[in-house]
């Protein structure tokens, strides 16, 4: 309960009166006391009672939303207790607008009845965000006593990242089926058969081997290995030092109203490094999975996060996860976390490196998996370009002209 300063001055005032009562021993002075303490004593009644019966239901159409749509909330207040209620505060504590908390206020909410309402959000940021805690707060007519309620909820609302379509990447080595062979089972076909085994129920029956079935008189399928020029890592640069993010004022006045929601401007990136980078790392997961290759992701934050390749969009749905919450806090140079998780990647697979820096361990980092039979691909989100620092032109210019010389694909993203 909180006890507001209008129960301060109406106890002056009660005080007041009774003084005068006591001087003058007047009836009109004894009424008016009488009248103020029943007041006050109906008006903490009410108060204690405001928030009696109340139910409060949230849901939403979906829990998983790409940045830069509109999320809807759907919100039922049912009033079960037999008394009309004044008002109610309803507080959001889930932050997905950008401000810490989110409120609004419904009147005069009849009793046994149902009001509903809902908000609109323009997702600006990724991230996983709790859908609460709420607050309910309500009162009493005369504005003397406040009572409030804590709505806890488990349910999660998950804001990917940004996706851009692409239509075509660099050549990739990794394209061309052949290479080592590995001893790792495939569910797919591809040119590494392993041998055959006794047909099951749910087997293909384009994998059924048709002469050995002839000859043993019983179904036989096909076993594949895994193909090592069929995988992509993305190793995505989330080292603290390495990324820039300007820091943009967040617009308390949040209209959560459908048609005002509609009228923002559309979702451009902002200035941070770290954003970009994700957002690449994402598109080109997209790319690899709709063109049927195994795509793999490791991060390199303070909780270094590694999924290994694999195909289909339910690994499609697992990165952009990761993608979705991933923070640049790592402690760790980027070039020697790389280098240890160079050493557990299959020759043949290409290695998408995602990174602000432009120096010479770089180089040593790129010929490290040339070195293991790796492909390297370097994307570079050119950190001068966000911070309006100087860099040294000659430093940028040797380092392509070194990834040139090594056929390494460079990109750069200013």
């Known amino acids: 309960m909180k006890v507001k300063p209008r129960f301060y001055i109406l106890s002056a005032w009660l005080g007041g009166i009774l003084t005068l009562w006591i001087i003058f021993q007047d009836d009109l002075f004894l009424q008016l006391l009488v009248l103020l303490v029943l007041l006050m004593l109906i008006s ?16 939403s159409r979906y829990h998983k939303m790409t940045i830069g749509n509109y999320f809807e909330d759907h919100f039922d207040i049912e009033n079960k207790h037999a008394f009309w209620k004044q008002w109610i505060e309803i507080c959001d504590y889930s932050g997905i607008s950008g401000n810490p908390q989110e409120i609004r206020v419904l009147t005069g909410l009849d009793a046994k009845k149902v009001r509903t309402f809902n908000t609109y959000t323009f997702l600006r940021k990724r991230g996983v965000y709790n859908l609460g805690p709420l607050k309910l707060t309500s009162g009493d007519f005369l504005g003397c006593f406040e009572f409030n309620r804590w709505v806890e909820s488990q349910k999660r609302l998950v804001v990917l990242p940004r996706i851009i379509e692409l239509d075509r990447f660099a050549h990739l080595p990794a394209y061309l089926s052949g290479g080592k062979e590995l001893k790792v089972a495939s ?21 059924i081997h048709w002469p050995t079935t002839a000859r043993k008189q019983r179904l036989m399928v096909k076993e594949f290995d895994r193909d090592p020029q069929m995988n992509t890592w993305i190793i995505l640069d989330c080292e603290m030092g390495n990324h820039y993010e300007k820091q943009e004022k967040v617009n308390s006045n949040h209209p959560s109203d459908y048609w005002s929601v509609r009228q923002q401007t559309k979702y451009a990136l902002p200035c941070s490094t770290f954003e970009y980078a994700v957002t690449v790392a994402a598109s080109i997961t997209q790319f690899f999975i709709a063109h049927n290759y195994g795509v793999g992701l ?6 270094a996060q590694m999924i290994v390749s694999d195909h289909g969009y339910r690994q499609l749905g697992r990165i952009l996860d990761i993608l979705a919450y991933v923070q640049p806090d790592g402690n760790t140079p980027f070039t020697g976390f790389t ?15 995602i990174s602000t820096i432009l120096d010479k361990s770089l180089l040593e980092l790129i010929d490290m998996a040339l070195a293991r039979g790796l492909r390297p691909i370097y994307i ?17 210019m040797l380092i392509r002209g070194e990834m040139a010389v090594r056929s390494v694909p460079f990109f750069s993203l200013d």
């Open 339 to 353: 280098g240890e998780y160079l050493k557990h990647i299959n020759r043949g697979s290409t290695v998408i490196l």
């Open 380 to 396: 570079c989100v050119r950190k001068s370009s966000f911070s309006d620092s100087s860099s040294k032109v000659e430093d940028d």
């Open 298 to 303: 490791i991060t390199s934050g303070q909780q």
């Open 187 to 207: 569910l797919e076909t591809t040119p590494f058969a392993a041998g055959v085994r006794e047909y099951y129920p749910g087997d293909s029956l384009r994998r």
């Open 44 to 59: 903490y009644i009410s108060a204690r009672l405001s928030l009696r019966g109340i139910i409060i239901q949230r849901s």
